[in-house]
């Protein structure tokens, strides 16, 4: 069975920076895609970054790109995202989520995702 388990959440004045993680349990983690999502409340969760089974290829949503890194240190089975530049508007309930399937591009909306973790709380503070 597969679960995630994020942390590295919290509270940070705008313009800091906070890196979350992403740690894994279950086998073949490696072999696949992992996306983080978030959701602000009462919006509609929107996708962020992924990052291929590999870590060789990246994706970003146009909001954080050049302000978010995502990595994966697979050896961990753990995902990172490493968020610069915070503004007010990246507070959110951050979750990483696995794929169903292995795909050659990582799907970049939430029903390509069939684990999610529980999520952890980010707050930006202006």
């Known amino acids: 069975q597969v679960q995630l388990v994020e942390s590295g959440g919290g509270l940070v004045q705008a313009g800091g920076s906070l890196r979350l993680s992403c740690a894994a349990s279950?086998?073949?983690?490696?072999?696949?895609?992992v996306a983080w999502f978030r959701q602000a409340p009462g919006k509609e969760r929107e996708f962020v970054a992924a990052v291929s089974w590999s870590g060789g290829s990246t994706y970003y949503a146009d909001s954080v790109k050049g302000r978010f890194t995502i990595s994966r240190d697979n050896a961990k089975n753990t995902v990172y995202l490493q968020m610069n530049s915070l503004n007010p508007e990246d507070t959110a309930v951050y979750c990483c989520?696995?794929?169903?399937?292995?795909?050659?591009?990582?799907?970049?909306?939430?029903?390509?995702?069939?684990?999610w973790g529980q999520g952890t709380q980010v707050t930006v503070s202006s």
């Open positions: 989520a696995r794929p169903t399937q292995r795909l050659s591009r990582p799907p970049t909306t939430a029903p390509g995702y069939g684990y």
């Open positions: 279950g086998r073949s983690f490696s072999t696949y895609a």
